[in-house]
């Protein structure tokens, strides 16, 4: 069984230790070391830290959209 296992006597032991260090669903992101990290990885810039009510979009372009000159 060993072998089937890569020769890994201590299986349980390897298995427990690997899963210590993965995240807890229930704590919803809030176990991560790094926030600024994490959101780098998922390629999230500025707006992704700005505050609901104080948004500000400073730059960019949408494709295929047309805007009728109202109050935005």
Do not use: P, Y
């Amino acid at each position: 069984m060993a072998a089937t296992l890569g020769g890994d006597l201590i299986f349980a032991t390897t298995v427990t230790n690997g899963l210590a260090g993965k995240l807890s669903a229930a704590s919803n992101l809030a176990d991560l070391t790094n926030a600024a990290t994490a959101r780098g990885n998922l390629g999230l810039g500025s707006l992704a830290t700005q505050a609901v009510g104080n948004v500000a979009i400073t730059g960019g372009s949408i494709a295929g959209i047309s805007f009728d000159g109202g109050t935005f």
